[in-house]
């Protein structure tokens, strides 16, 4: 079985500082992670995703994250955060070898970014 | 390109009766999730379907939740009778078929029972 951990349930940042959201995981097989994210009154939607290849992910708006195996984290980072990236951010994995593709979620991370 | 459509977006009910949330997923997608967000929770997947079949429905609670996918296309949760600790807001997601496939989510119904 697997579970996510999202170390902090809120993070509050100035605008155009760097932030970084993290995530651990736990599981006994080799996983697929992901980030999407909720902004106010809409759907979650994937920002990003790590399945295969280089460790370093990037999204189009600037957020990146890292698998790192042996620490078993999936943090989520962006340089310079802007007020449009307030919003819940959530980290999550599926097992390679389940083809059903079931996703296992994390609480949550509130990103707020203040002016 | 339309995206996940569900509705309504919200209900409220008193406990013990019943409620039904309808979910249509993009079109061509054959792969069906139905997760339920228990506020300050993330979500948790209740049933996924491929096609008409279900996949997974391991932690749906089965003596009072329900779903099916008809022809393989809308799908319909059903909750009866549902209890205070319903409350959550549910989601529907859809995604092509093959495991890496991204999921989309629709806008979700905030289901309140009192």
């Known amino acids: 079985a697997q579970s996510v951990t999202q170390l902090d349930s809120q993070v509050p940042v100035f605008e155009e500082a760097p932030v970084e959201l993290r995530c651990n995981y736990s599981s006994s097989v080799s996983v697929y992670l992901f980030w999407y994210v909720q902004y106010p009154n809409q759907g979650l939607q994937l920002l990003l995703k790590y399945l295969s290849g280089s460790t370093l992910v990037e999204s189009i708006n600037g957020f990146e994250a890292e698998f790192n195996k042996s620490q078993t984290s999936f943090h989520l980072r962006k340089p310079s955060v802007h007020i449009s990236d307030t919003a819940e951010y959530f980290c999550?994995?599926?097992?390679?070898?389940?083809?059903?593709?079931?996703?296992?979620f994390g609480q949550g991370t509130e990103l707020s970014v203040k002016p | 390109e339309a995206g996940v459509a569900q509705s309504p977006r919200y209900k409220i009910i008193e406990k013990r009766q019943s409620v039904a949330f309808w979910c249509n997923p993009i079109?061509?997608?054959?792969?069906l999730y139905w997760y339920q967000q228990i506020l300050g929770q993330g979500p948790k997947l209740l049933i996924q379907f491929q096609n008409n079949g279900v996949v997974d429905d391991s932690q749906l609670p089965k003596d009072r939740f329900s779903a099916e996918r008809l022809k393989g296309v809308d799908s319909t949760l059903k909750i009866q009778p549902a209890k205070l600790e319903d409350s959550a807001v549910y989601l529907c997601a859809s995604s092509r078929m093959l495991l890496t496939d991204t999921q989309y989510f629709g806008p979700g119904t905030r289901l309140t029972v009192l």
């Open positions: 999550a994995v599926s097992d390679r070898d389940n083809q059903g593709g079931k996703l296992i």
């Open positions: 079109s061509g997608h054959a792969t």
